[in-house]
């Protein structure tokens, strides 16, 4: 099912469900769908582990009704083996968890000086304040245009600087 549903193969991946489902085998299934959501698919859909998991939350609920011979939840197994089959696909998270996690123990990085600021001891010690928060320890990489983030922030730094005002000019 798996090999199938990497290959975007939705036919053969959903007999092999099938196969499983019938087998007694759904909560394997599941598991290893929610694995390929972020094993498979990852940040080429960054929100298909929140569709897969509803998508199982469903069809648990639907399962508790015994008394549906029809046996519904299975829409929600066919619809989670189709996301993942037609969904583009990455293996970025798991290269990336390889390489961390066996890595880490002989790899070492120093803690950077951006990250010492107001908000922990070493930053207060160096008397780094609101000033160097904005300017340092809010910069963003690959910022979104959110419509009046820019405008908050100035809010935000008038508040600092004049309470009382709330920064509201």
């Not at 390929?36 to 569709?51: C, N, R, Y």
């Not at 998508?55 to 939840?73: T, V």
């Not at 189709?82 to 583009?88: G, M, N, P």
């Not at 000086?113 to 160097?132: I, M, T, V």
Request: overall charge positive; proline content about 3%; some cysteine.
């Amino acid at each position: 099912m798996q090999k199938c549903i990497r290959r975007g193969m939705e036919e053969e991946a959903l007999y092999w469900a099938v196969e499983l489902y019938n087998s007694g085998y759904s909560e394997y299934v599941w598991k290893r769908l929610r694995i390929m959501s972020s094993e498979d698919v990852g940040l080429a859909h960054p929100s298909i582990s929140s569709e897969i998991w509803a998508l199982y939350c469903m069809f648990k609920e639907q399962a508790k009704k015994k008394e549906d011979k029809n046996e519904p939840q299975r829409l929600f197994l066919t619809h989670a083996v189709f996301i993942l089959a037609r969904s583009r696909k990455s293996r970025l998270i798991d290269w990336a968890l390889l390489w961390a996690w066996i890595t880490h123990k002989f790899r070492r990085l120093e803690i950077p000086d951006f990250a010492y600021d107001k908000h922990n001891e070493r930053g207060r010690q160096q008397k780094r304040g609101w000033g160097h928060f904005f300017r340092e320890g809010t910069q963003l990489e690959n910022p979104a245009d959110v419509w009046k983030e820019d405008e908050y922030r100035r809010r935000a730094m008038k508040a600092i600087e004049d309470p009382e005002g709330m920064g509201l000019f």
